[in-house]
């Protein structure tokens, strides 16, 4: 499974916003997991792989600093949601305000996952690292 392209979407009510099919279809099932990214998007994860990596994060020690920050960040922010028929969702307030999600988004693959972005910090990000 390996996500790729970039896809515009608008919000189609309070915080719902429908999965490019492309995406949809590589998901196992109609529940998928996101979460915090970093650069301030969201990250989107087929839940088995989710949990897959999940027990790689919890394999590391509480005293390593670091990881046990990952872990709350990641973890803290953490949601399971499902796709309607319609191939829509509902994404958690605390997450719209932590990716400035307000009527568009761009979801783009990015592999192993895929991000959901504002339209404007996805593109400063991009001339961020192209230059």
């Given at each position: 499974m390996v996500?790729?392209?970039?896809?515009?979407?608008?919000?189609t009510?309070?915080?719902r916003i429908v999965?490019p099919?492309?995406?949809?279809?590589?998901?196992k099932?109609?529940?998928f997991?996101?979460?915090k990214?970093f650069?301030?998007?969201?990250?989107?994860?087929?839940r088995?792989?989710?949990?897959n990596r999940?027990q790689?994060?919890?394999?590391?020690?509480?005293?390593?600093?670091?990881q046990?920050?990952?872990?709350r960040?990641?973890?803290s922010s953490?949601?399971y949601l499902?796709?309607d028929?319609q191939g829509?969702?509902?994404?958690p307030?605390?997450?719209?305000n932590y990716a400035?999600l307000a009527?568009?988004?761009?979801?783009?693959?990015?592999?192993?996952?895929?991000?959901i972005?504002?339209?404007?910090?996805?593109?400063?990000?991009?001339?961020s690292t192209?230059?």
């Amino acid at each position: 499974m390996v996500f790729y392209g970039e896809y515009q979407v608008a919000f189609t009510g309070a915080g719902r916003i429908v999965l490019p099919k492309k995406i949809r279809e590589l998901l196992k099932g109609n529940t998928f997991i996101i979460t915090k990214g970093f650069d301030q998007c969201l990250a989107g994860y087929d839940r088995q792989d989710w949990e897959n990596r999940a027990q790689s994060l919890l394999a590391v020690s509480l005293l390593e600093k670091e990881q046990m920050e990952k872990r709350r960040f990641l973890f803290s922010s953490t949601v399971y949601l499902e796709i309607d028929d319609q191939g829509r969702f509902v994404l958690p307030k605390h997450l719209l305000n932590y990716a400035k999600l307000a009527s568009q988004a761009l979801v783009c693959g990015v592999g192993d996952h895929f991000e959901i972005w504002e339209p404007k910090v996805w593109q400063e990000y991009i001339k961020s690292t192209s230059s």
